[in-house]
Structure formats: C-alpha cells, structure tokens
DNA sequence: TTGTGAAAATTTGCATGCAATCCAGGAGGT
DNA sequence: ACCTCCTGGATTGCATGCAAATTTTCACAA
C-alpha cells in the first residue's frame, strides 16, 4: 500500500480537521498508519508536516498531539490576516495591478453578484460556489501585491482552522441564510478593488482591515447562534463548512 | 551515528545558509547524509522541514533544491514583518502590558544603552550583545501581544535569511562600525516603549513600522556599501554576522 | 489503603533495504 | 544529421526492523 506523502497528509489534515482525534490525546504512530493504510514512516512524515502547520504538536519521544484552538485564538488569527490582506492591498494599490488581474478581479465580482441576484444563494452549490469566488477574490488581491513572502506568510495564518476565506459559516438560523451577510462582505469587496484599482493604498487596507473585522464578529456570532439551535438536524458539512483553508 | 532531528536539521539550516550549498542545484541524500553523519532518512526529515520553512524547495522525484532569494524579497519581507510588528506593538498597547514584561523591556533597552555608551561596541561581543538585545525587544514586543498567531506568523517570516531581528549588518566601511545606526534604532526602541506603556496603539504601530523600513533602508545599503568594500578584508561571520532566526 | 520501585509492554526514533522513478548515453530507424 | 526509443546507472520514495525511551502494570511494604 504504497501512497504518496501529500495525499497522506491531506487526509491526516482532514482527519483531524474533522475533529476524528480527541484534542489533547497522542496520535500513536501505529493507529494512524493503519488507519491511513501506510506505513509508520510515512504516518510519522504527515504528523510532522501538520506539526509545522500548527495542527499538531510535538514532544520529543511522547509523539504527536492535536492542538487545540480556541474561538479567541481563531479570531486573533483573522485579525493577523486582516493585517496582511492590508499590506497586500495597499502593496497592490502602490504597485499597480496588472490588466489580467484588473480583469480578473472584476470577473470574479460579477460572478459573485450573479449568485446572489440569480436567488441561487438558496441552493447549496450556490453558496459553495460564493465561497470559491470569495476564496479567489482574497487570493487575487495577495497575487498583487506581488510580495512572495506576503503570500507565504498569508498561507501560514490561513493554515490554522477557521482562519482562512474559505471557512466561512453560513447561519441557518436566519431566514435568508446569511445572505445578508454574504451581501455585505460583496459591497466591501466592490469598493477594495475600487480603492486599488484608483491607487488609494490607504483606503484599500482600511477597507479591508474593516472587512476583515466584520467577517470575524459575523464568524463569532454565527457560531454561537448554531451552537445555540443545534436541536434543529442541519446536514452535516452543508450549513457548517469546516474546509480546510489549503487546496 | 544515531543524532537527533532537531539537531541535524538545525545543522543542515545553518550549512545551506552559510552557503554551502548553490542555489538551484539538487541536494543529494546520500551526500548531505554523509556530511552530517547521519541516515538517509534523517537527512530527508531534515531537507522536508527546511522546505516548509522555505529554506528549499521539494519537486517530487527530483529531490530538494535550495531556493534563491533576491535582495528585493528579502525587503518585502521586512515590510511583512514591519507590519505584523505594528500589530504586536498596537496590541500591546490596547490590551496593556504585564508588569513583568514592561520591567523587562526597560531592562533590555537599559542595557542596550550601556552598551551604546561604555564604548564597548567598538569590540565584537558588544555588537553581539547588542544584536541579542535588539532580538529580545522585539520578541517581547510581540509576546506582549499576547497573541499566539501573530507570534508564529512572525516566526515564519523572520526563517527566510536576514529578515528576522537576529540578521543584521554593521557596515565596517563607516568609521563608526554602524553606530549611529544602531543610536536610531535604540531611540526608535525608546519611543516604541514608551507609545505602548501610554497605551498609544496607532502611535507604537506607526513608529515600529517605520523602525522597520528605516531598517530595511539600513540593511540594503550596507549590504551595498560591504560589497563594494570586499577588497578589504573583513573577519569572516563578524563584520557582516548572518545568523539564521531561530534558536 | 496508599506509596514506592522495578520490570514488562508499548511506543517512539532512526538505520537499513527494496521497489519505483528519473537522467545520461547510445543504438537504430527515418 | 536528427529524432525516437531503449537500456544502464543513479536517485528518490517508502516499508520494515531494531534499539532507546517512555508508560503501564503489579508486587510489596508502610
């Protein structure tokens, strides 16, 4: 059963992203191996790959533990990515974006306002399909800031769980899904690509920082509501997506 | 032969960044194996956790190369640093520092000024004290923040070489060795405590930012000024010290 | 019952070995 | 001469095995 060390890794990720491992508890080499249907080597390559992601940790000769995140800690991770989104729209407004990625950009807003106009919201493909666009917007603003270790140091944050453009909460418990969430978070984004596409780095990283802000207490907030209305059955992974942050 | 991991992968950091390694060429099992005393597969246990640290880069099949990196990617990740360092010191500010930590800071930058002043930084050891100081203000700085992302995104920055507080270069082709320089930081250092003892977040975050480019400035230009001066022969690892960050 | 100590069992850490893959150089065909 | 394909050597990727370290178990005494 010869597997390569990235799928093995993704699958640890979404293992213990999936909560299959008890925060706290050691993750015995032999157990993941066989769950993971490879060896212990290459079990034990995986763990260290997500140890240095930040998932898991490590004592020496006492093996691997799952970290444990708190909603305070996650929401410390939004606000060091609001900043570096920041940096990146400004960097983006100062240097200029490229035609393509202008282009791009502007696609990708149309796309987006599509989904909401067209009431595909509604629908679950829809709101997944809000959520790769959002995805891209987010990576496309980085991508022009043309900074290699921005982007580097971006990924890093986005890594712990929650943190990243792709983990966002859709509340069930209103009545329009969240759309009126959604529809803000589109208005910020109009007025980002606005602010750099007319060089005003100031106002592109205020925006954004801002945008960040308000994503964050909406992630808190809808977290508590779900919580709170855990009677009502949602299907799992559809109304809470918990997906990783990396591709 | 049998050594630790830790070990040999800090041994193998400090061999690929004292360049002992062409940039671009393969680094191959068996020989990095040898040259540390150790098996294959610590060697690439090793080589895997400098390629998240992005020391070098993994193609699957074709092994471990190390990575280049240019003079501009290096300022960029100064100003990624400078701007994660603003959110540290605002944040400090806002959530107030701990008695402990704000006696410390004191401290630290009382020694770094008897350093200035006793003239001991015409002699080696006192630069070297003065480059561990700077790097201890730094970190409480961050520790202040009290904000476990922000430490280990900043920890990711400062691995790429000479972006971290550890990294920096005495220009021995200025009469002084530098020390004017170092005078501006320390004065930077004064203000920036004092920004966020007074709770002043957007002052302490405006004048680490621009401790940060100033630094940035600084270290390009003697980076320049030592190149063109290489005719005169300068102690290897003393005039121009290149540390790797991490301990 | 509780505390101490040591040995057994489990588990980690690393070295070695084998199969899969990739690069260099040349034979053969066009 | 040039391109294609193949073969030999080298190199990576993974599995297995053995020694060191740790946790657990249990006997025995206070």
Known sequence: MSANLDQVTQALRESVLAGDYEPGTALREVAVASVLGVSRTLARLAMGALEREGLLTHAPNRGFRVRLFTVDEIADAIEVRGELEALAARQAAERGLSGKLSKRLGEILDDARDIMEREAFNEI????RWIELNAAFHAAIVEGAGNTPLVSAIGHVCRIPMAGPKAIVFNTT????????????HEDHEQILDAIQNRQGTRAAALIREHAYRSSRHKRQNFEDMERARSTPVPPGLALIRRPDVA
Chains 1, 2 share one sequence.
């Open 125 to 128: 493909e829809g709101r997944i």
């Open 174 to 185: 209103l009545a329009d899904h969240g759309l009126a969430q959604v529809r803000a978070a």
